[in-house]
C-alpha cells in the first residue's frame, strides 16, 4: 500500500494493454462522470462519488485533476495494487494516461474537474501573467499549466480578444463575469463549479460585471 498527498498521478501507471483495454468512464459510469466539454483537443469531465462510492474501471488520457472539495480516494490498478491519495479542495494535479477503478474512503463527497487531453502536445508560450488578473501557478504539466486566478473588479478584455492556446475556466464560486466567446451569448452569471472553454485563436470578450474580485482555476492548455 503506498500513501500521498500530492497527485494521484502514480496510481494510473499501469501496463500498456490495460490501458487499450480499459473503457470510457463516461460511457461505462455515467453515473459518476459528465462530459462538459469535448472538442478536437480537450475533453473537460465533472466527477462525482458520494462518500463510499465505488467506480468502474476505466482509463484516461493525460490528464490535470481540479478536486473542488477535500477528498480521500482509493485508486485500485490492474496489477491488484491500490494508492491511497489526498485531494486537497481548489489544488491541481497532473496525471499520465492509465488505468484505475476510485473508490471514496473518505467521509465526504468526491467533486473534481478533470481535463483530458487529446492529440499531440502544442508548442503555445503560456502567460506569467495578464493585467488586472492575478495568476499562481498550481500545477505545472508537460501539456498544460493550472492557475489559480483572481480577476479584480476592473478586469476586462475587449472584443475580439484572443489567445495561441486554449483554456478551461473553473469557477470557484458565485460570480457576476461576462464573457461573450465567438459572437455567442454571454455567459454572464457563474455558480461553483462551472466551466467555460475558450478555444486558441478564438475571439472572445469578458468582463468583471460584480463589482469585486472573481476567484477561478484556469487550466491553460499548450
Known sequence: MKSSRTMFACSLVVAGTAVILAQDPAKVDSSHYKVLVDTATVRVLEVNYAAGGKGVMHAHPDSIIVPLAASKVRFNT???????????????SCAPAGVHTPVNIGTTAVRAIVVEFKGAAGK???????????????????????????????????????????????????AQMSLAIDGKPAKTTWARGDVQFIGRGVAHESKNTGGKPVDFIIVSIK
Open 78 to 92: 490492474p496489477d491488484g495494487k491500490f494508492t491511497d491519495s489526498e485531494l486537497p479542495n481548489e489544488s491541481a
Open 124 to 174: 503555445a508560450v503560456l502567460p506569467a501573467d495578464r493585467a488586472s488578473l492575478t495568476m499562481k501557478p498550481i500545477a505545472e504539466c508537460a501539456r498544460a499549466t493550472a492557475y489559480r486566478a483572481s480577476a479584480d473588479a476592473k478586469f476586462s478584455e475587449p472584443a475580439g480578444t484572443k489567445h495561441d492556446y486554449d483554456q478551461v475556466v473553473i469557477a470557484l464560486g458565485a
